[in-house]
């Protein structure tokens, strides 16, 4: 068996492999997919084109003339009808089609494809001529047959005009390559596959099945987007495509029908490999692309996200200004009626106002809490930096606390272990609120018992060390790596104190860290006490 694999044979059947490759690779990315499956049912009728041109021009031996010549028109009578499949289609998933659609519009495929296929309707006959082959219509038949690929092709391009007029973005670049390659094989075809062979001219009637490439591969990077023209993908494709033409000239050039047949089982086995190779590239890439774009939005995510905690934190600050004024003048009046400037009150009502008093003292604490957070986390903290004592900064602390320890029946006790070496340079201010915060905090999560407080120093590690001890609740273990965080508090805290907010040891952290010191808890457990500690680097010598 001799096949005739002149240049134009062999330029058909490589256009109509690579297009069956672009199809393959489409298809086997989402088979459910419908753009994916019109696109497969494109190829179809593409291939089938290019195999029923391969049979016309004599590349099966033996095989009849006008039958091939059908089989040649009956098969582009698909690409039509397909393509305005596509077209409606895409770029959806899932479509649902109606009924009379699925009806109607297929019936004039139908019968121009029955006209293509029997015998002396469209095609009387075929002859052998000294160049191209040559096919003697029905004339009416024939302008029947080209009325319908106007009409379907024209219904495709008004399809895709008009989305592409709607389009933004991705889509309309997708368009635009679906209607630029369709647009060019349309043309071509038009040219050389209906208008010529009108006058009996057949030499350029091949052109049609090798244009079809820019329509295919259009709409392959359409539906692809971008990723067959990644560098990675570009390389291999050409790499497996010149590899099959290699095994396919092989096969084409061998002296022997046994040599054939082993090219050919062996172009084969390439073509499946390669399949499968350029698709797992282009997964590859895609997943790449994939998590470079998601990598993206959460940049753009995490940037709105600081954007809007940083409004938040805005808010928090003026609203906290703004409670402030008022609660002082609460607060103010409330200490002027409890110390008698108005005059001698009654039992009932000074105890009322003493509510009212402890009361707005506890608001101004949370308030101020809120605005040390909002004014850490904008970043407009200032600290006023100079040298002082330790153990003079918590001696303070304790003697101011003593009538409210007294109070509550509590045992408050100071002790200085650093024998006055415990110098540190630091803010006065907030490091007197830090330490007011423990100690005040050890109170009140202490029912009985008391609360020790102890300055000691290590001239060697030249750090400073104040330790708040109390008998208290203690704190579980779950708690403690989280204890300073903002909003923490743990569930035994509500029971003894109902008024935390969970902000004071989140700012007490911010600042001892601030002074490049350390702070943290330690705690046997529920029931046991608890130990807070800060310690600050000595002030230089």
């Known amino acids: 068996m001799e096949f005739n694999f002149d240049l134009i044979n062999v330029l058909v059947l490589i256009t109509t492999i690579a297009n069956m490759v672009y199809g393959l690779v489409v298809f086997s990315q989402d088979r459910k997919d419908a753009t994916h499956v019109a696109f497969f049912c494109l190829i179809i009728g593409v291939g089938a084109w290019g195999i029923g041109m391969l049979s016309f021009r004599g590349w099966f031996p033996g095989f009849d003339l006008a039958l091939a010549a059908r089989i040649l028109y009956a098969s582009a009578a698909i690409i039509p009808f397909a393509s305005l499949y596509f077209a409606r289609v895409f770029p959806e998933h899932e479509v649902t089609v109606p009924l009379w659609q699925k009806v109607f519009i297929p019936l004039p495929f139908f019968a121009v494809l029955l006209l293509s296929l029997w015998p002396g309707v469209l095609i009387e006959g075929a002859s052998r001529s000294a160049g191209e082959s040559l096919i003697h219509f029905n004339l009416w038949a024939h302008v029947v047959y080209v009325a319908y690929i106007s009409i379907y092709f024209s219904w495709v391009f008004l399809i895709l005009l008009r ?319 989280k204890l300073f965080g903002k909003f923490v508090r743990a569930k035994n805290a509500n029971e003894v104190n109902v008024m935390g907010t969970g902000l004071g040891l989140y700012v007490a952290k911010q600042f001892v860290e601030a002074h490049r010191g350390r702070v943290w808890a330690e705690s046997l457990g529920q029931g046991k006490g608890s130990t807070f500690k800060v310690e600050l680097p000595l002030a230089a010598k």
């Open 163 to 481: 989305r592409y007029y709607h389009a933004e973005g991705v889509l309309r670049t997708q368009l635009t390559f679906i209607i630029l390659g369709t647009l060019t094989t349309t043309s071509i075809a038009l040219v050389t596959n209906l208008i010529l062979p009108f006058f009996d001219i057949f030499t350029y009637n091949w052109l049609g099945q090798v244009g079809v490439i820019a329509m295919i591969t259009g709409i392959t990077y359409a539906i692809l987007k971008h990723h067959l023209f990644n560098a990675k993908i570009i390389a291999t494709e050409l790499f497996i495509f010149f590899l099959w033409i290699f095994i396919l000239a092989r096969t084409l050039l061998a002296d022997s029908l046994q040599e054939r047949i082993a090219n050919l089982g062996l172009f084969g086995a390439t073509v499946f490999i390669g399949l499968l190779l350029i698709r797992s590239v282009i997964r590859e890439v895609g997943a790449r692309e994939k998590i470079e774009q998601l990598a993206k939005d959460l940049e753009k995510a995490n940037a709105r996200l600081k954007e809007l905690d940083r409004q938040k934190t805005e808010f928090v600050s003026i609203a906290s200004h703004q409670l402030r004024s008022p609660l002082t003048a609460i607060k103010g009046y409330a200490s002027l009626l409890l110390e008698g400037s108005y005059g001698k009150l009654s039992k009932q009502v000074t105890e009322s106002i003493k509510k009212i008093f402890d009361s707005s003292k506890y608001m101004a604490i949370s308030i101020e809490d809120f605005l040390n957070v909002s004014r850490i986390e904008l970043g407009t903290v200032k600290y006023d930096m100079k040298d002082f004592s330790f153990a003079t900064l918590g001696e303070e602390i304790v003697g101011e606390l003593l009538p409210a320890a007294g109070e509550r029946h509590l045992n408050l006790e100071f002790k200085d272990e650093s024998r006055g070496k415990a110098v540190i340079r630091g803010d006065y201010g907030k490091l007197r609120q830090v330490i007011l915060n423990l100690v005040d905090n050890s109170m009140k999560y202490t029912k009985e018992g008391g609360v020790t407080v102890t300055v000691t120093c290590d001239e060697i590690k030249r750090v400073a060390q104040l330790s708040v001890v109390d008998t208290g609740v203690g704190i579980p273990s779950e708690i403690l790596p």
